[in-house]
């Protein structure tokens, strides 16, 4: 049987009617009308012949009384819409509306019939043929929708190419999802199951399925069914702690789902919504186990600091720079100008913010942070008053490399931003710095402290003179997870080309953000600044990239060291094993925003550090690496450098 099943499902008319997408609309209404002639003729069969009951004097022909009951039947339906719903995603509304007309149709004569009664003392028709045939029409209408909508969800769930699942959760999120399921056409997945985290055993079901508790028992349970996957929703995931909880499926080679950030799947909600829903659907990113609080910013602040204000963010097109120009253009800014120096990145992200946000006024500038007469140029023409300068070179390796373009991009870039919004007089400058500007290892982080230093001094200096000069604010952070150049796309990549996932050392750990938590708490930090300040963030636990790597494999369905190896490559030239976020002689004073702290740093000299920085940008220019490095230790005491060729500087 289950063989000649499966013939079934793959023959062409099963495609065929599995695939068709709605009957129009008067075709629903015709077979409408034609159940409803259906069922007034059976009721004129039940009232006159099986009843025995006899046609009075004065009464209708049959005939004429089916055309009025038909045509009145025909205005109801066109009055509740019983026609423009499609059948196969019917509802409770739909089955109310079919009731709703049936009844008013037979009502109406009834009524008529009392009329033309109390004012002849006769009957046009019998009232027991019309009570009849609202029941009887009822039963016909609604049933061919239920039968349409059942044939169809089994068809589509029961096809090839449908895969079971279980959804972890039984409250309202997992019993949307599994309706939404139930009712979706398009839907690859078909629910067999709840899985809860009650204790003992669970026996009962909801809407028809088993619910089974979530213990070494239940993998016996899924391989039985065949399941491979496991839908969680958003709800559901806030309530666990991803890591633990989802363990049991991970290490069993069980995939994990999760729908979009909504609260529920509504009835109310139109066909198409709810399939745009149903087909987002998909495996959920390695982000979702790091088991991060939720940030909140004060919104009121930040609309306080942009609406109605010119801003730039320099590197917009970067992974922080673009993800701080989407959440700038909702505080209502006047203008947004996007100071890039690579061209597609840049116009990519135009096209995004068009869609996004068509009311906002961008202008698209192609620009180089090192070069201070273009820089001008953009000053002169749009005077930004708020700055946001995420321009850097960041990879850790290269800049061993190239030491003197660490310099040039890095260091000048930022020394000619600030100089010219302290001549344009910005309102506020907010520097992007990193992590490994703490005790920097590697010639990148030391590059991103002179940067900090340099626009610290500044501010320093020109405050002691005039409290209204441009605001200088530091912004640190640690690894953003999925920006360009991460570990995470870095493991995508390799993962989706069968391995192997390399690793630099077993025990290396690292601090990891999303990109839109990094940006909103730079938005909340641009607004606690009053100058000078270096604010840190809360980066949470730190994260083994082993581990990490571990999940990645497992999210994408595989088995880390049976499917796809880890292989340890040793750490590269300036990398630590693990990342500070503050330096042994600095300290933190905390903010209105728990998870933004102020760090306290030696305070340095600006005449004193402009001339080094100056020095040092002359190396660099000449392009000598070995000096410039030699000049940055000097600089940056603290700048120790590891497994790298500038070692031999430290003796």
């Not at 015709?30 to 025995?52: G, T």
């Not at 019309?130 to 049933?143: G, K």
């Not at 070995?626 to 940056?636: E, H, S």
């Amino acid at each position: 049987m289950k063989k000649r099943l499966s013939d079934i499902q793959r023959t062409d008319v099963y495609s065929r009617l599995t695939g068709l997408t709605y009957m129009p609309k008067w075709g629903v209404f015709l077979i409408d009308l034609l159940l409803a002639l259906i069922a007034y003729a059976v009721s004129c069969q039940l009232s006159y012949s099986l009843v025995n009951i006899r046609p009075e004097r004065g009464m209708l022909p049959i005939w004429e009384q089916a055309c009025i009951v038909m045509l009145v039947q025909l205005l109801c339906f066109w009055i509740f819409h019983t026609y423009s719903g499609v059948l196969r995603y019917s509802t409770f509304i739909d089955a109310t509306k079919v009731v709703l007309a049936v009844s008013s149709a037979a009502l109406i004569p009834a009524i008529i019939n009392g009329i033309v009664r109390y004012s002849t003392d006769m009957n046009i028709m019998l009232n027991s043929v019309l009570y009849t045939y609202m029941f009887v029409a009822i039963v016909l209408l609604v049933c061919w929708r239920v039968t349409i909508k059942l044939s169809f969800e089994y068809m589509s769930h029961h096809g090839p190419t449908t895969r079971p699942v279980m959804i972890y959760g039984t409250q309202s999120a997992g019993l949307a999802i599994a309706k939404m399921l139930n009712s979706s056409m398009d839907s690859q997945y078909r629910p067999v199951g709840f899985i809860s985290d009650a204790d003992g055993n669970v026996k009962h079901q909801l809407l028809g399925l088993n619910v089974y508790v979530k213990n070494e028992g239940l993998l016996r349970i899924l391989r039985a069914k065949g399941v491979q996957d496991v839908i969680v929703s958003p709800l559901k995931m806030k309530d666990i702690t991803p890591a633990r909880d989802l363990a049991i499926f991970l290490d069993n080679n069980i995939r994990i789902l999760s729908t979009p950030y909504f609260t529920d799947f509504r009835e109310s909600d139109t066909n198409e919504q709810a399939q745009k829903q149903i087909g987002r659907i998909e495996a959920i990113k390695v982000e979702d186990l790091l088991e991060r609080p939720e940030i909140h910013i004060n919104i009121d602040n930040v609309r306080h600091v942009i609406a109605d204000k010119v801003v730039m963010v320099t590197g917009a097109a970067g992974s922080i720079g673009s993800e701080i120009v989407r959440q700038v253009s909702k505080y209502d800014p006047r203008l947004v100008v996007l100071a890039e120096i690579a061209e597609s990145p840049l116009h990519d992200l135009s096209l995004d913010l068009n869609k996004l946000y068509p009311h906002m006024h961008y202008a698209r500038v192609i620009t180089d942070v090192r070069d201070r007469d273009m820089m001008r140029e953009v000053y002169e023409e749009y005077h930004p008053q708020v700055i946001f300068h995420a321009a850097a070179y960041k990879h850790v390796p290269l800049m061993e490399e190239y030491p003197t373009q660490a310099i040039l991009a890095n260091v000048l870039g930022t020394k000619n931003v600030a100089d010219l919004a302290v001549e344009y007089k910005t309102e506020r400058f907010v520097m992007i710095s990193t992590d490994k500007a703490v005790n920097p290892t590697n010639v990148m982080g030391a590059s991103k402290r002179i940067a900090e230093i340099y626009v610290q001094s500044l501010f320093r200096k020109l405050s002691a003179d005039d409290a209204d000069v441009t605001k200088f604010i530091t912004t640190r952070f640690g690894n953003v997870l999925g920006s360009n150049g991460s570990v995470v796309p870095f493991f995508k990549k390799q993962i989706a080309a069968g391995g192997p996932v390399t690793v630099t050392h077993p025990d290396i750990i690292r601090y990891f953000m999303t990109i839109p938590e990094a940006s909103n708490l730079v938005l909340e930090a641009s607004t606690l600044g009053n100058g000078g300040e270096i604010f840190c963030f809360d980066m949470g636990a730190p994260v083994k990239i082993a581990d990490l790597a571990k999940n990645m494999i497992r999210l994408a369905g595989y088995q880390p060291g049976r499917d796809i190896e880890i292989v340890y490559t040793g750490l590269r030239p300036g990398e630590k094993l693990y990342e500070e976020l503050l330096n042994q002689k600095e300290r933190t004073l905390p903010t209105a925003n728990e998870k933004i702290m102020i760090a306290k740093v030696r305070e340095n000299d600006y005449d004193t550090m402009s001339k080094l920085i100056d020095e040092l940008i002359r190396s660099a220019r000449k392009g000598l690496t070995f000096p410039t490095v030699k000049l940055m230790k000097q600089i940056v005491p603290e700048f120790q450098s590891r497994n790298s060729i500038y070692e031999q500087l430290d003796k």
